[in-house]
């Protein structure tokens, strides 16, 4: 780490874009760990100039002494390690499958990632330094989202198959964008039953803009409809609008079929989950149907506790329905088809 008065910028300096994933890249993220945990662009390693604490010892000697003694402090802590610093980064570099430049960012593109990036330049290898850093990344991400230009979305009431259709829609060469896939969680009340860990929203919106990025803008991105909380993760507003904007192809099956659908997603769900699930929507479902579906998981009726739950959900589709109406709204009839069939025939109805 040196003052921003000698240390010499990278030779190459880039702002973020879609060239961070046109090559195998190795990012090296030069934030703090818990910087990184809380959310990193989507491949990145982590490759701190300073532990978290090391951050905090310096970010209150900024603030109670000034810039200089923070800096001092900062070469303290750095000295001993920057020869691990360049045997990490070198191993990483010879580990490529073709010779790239290592891409180095902190937060801002300031004096941590300038500092690594002329410690990894002065020993001989080739780097990148992020322009802005990881906060212009983050921006770069959300304009993304503003700008896709031909986002479709699968919509429907719960039960129809939204996911599954969208698997097969992949499978027969649509772009898709799973967003419970990427969010961990089923999107309601019964959608993390066995309570695994979600990423942040922060990691979640770069797993997004990740995705989004690998794919052809030219042609058509598909989604689900979905809230803008998900689980615990929240979209990023830039995206959620777009999916509000967006033109919807809503896929219709028999309250039947929806209630089959349902069994078979949570046929070996755990029972007291989902009882737990059941009595976290006691409010909107009401205390009488609450012990209802209660009663027919106690004696092994999932069928009936579907059947109640679709009450709740249909009544905050319709709720929702109103709320986001959509300038282009095309209903699909999938009565008696399996999901590949499902696929196709949405397929064949957003091209005509």
Known sequence: MSSDKHMREASVQRPPGQWLFEQSYVILDTRSPKEFEKGHITGAVSFPLFGDDERAVIGTLYKQQGKDAAVEQG???????????????????????????????????????????????????????????????????????????????VGGMTGVGKTQILKEMRAQGAQVIDLEDLAGHLGSAFGNLDRTPQPTS?????????????????????????????GTVHQPQELFDALREAPIWVVNRTVEERVDELCRVYGDADREALKRAFVRIREKLGGLKMQEALNALDQGDLRTAAAIGLMYYDKLYLHTRQRYARDHCVHVECEGMDFAQAAAKVLAASEG
């Open 202 to 230: 922060e990691q979640f919106c770069n797993d997004c803009h990740f995705d989004l990025l690998t794919l052809d803008a030219s042609r058509p991105i598909w989604m689900e409809n979905e809230s803008r909380v998900i």
């Open 75 to 153: 070469l303290e802590f750095v000295g001993p390690k920057m020869a691990e610093f360049v045997r990490e980064a070198k191993d990483r570099f010879a580990a490529q499958s073709e010779p790239l430049p290592l891409v180095v960012h902190c937060w801002r593109g300031g004096m941590r990632s300038g500092s690594v990036a002329w410690l990894l330049e002065t020993a001989g290898l080739k780097v990148i330094k992020l322009t802005g850093g990881y906060k212009a990344y983050r921006a770069c991400a959300r304009a993304d989202f503003a700008q896709i230009r031909d986002l479709r979305i």
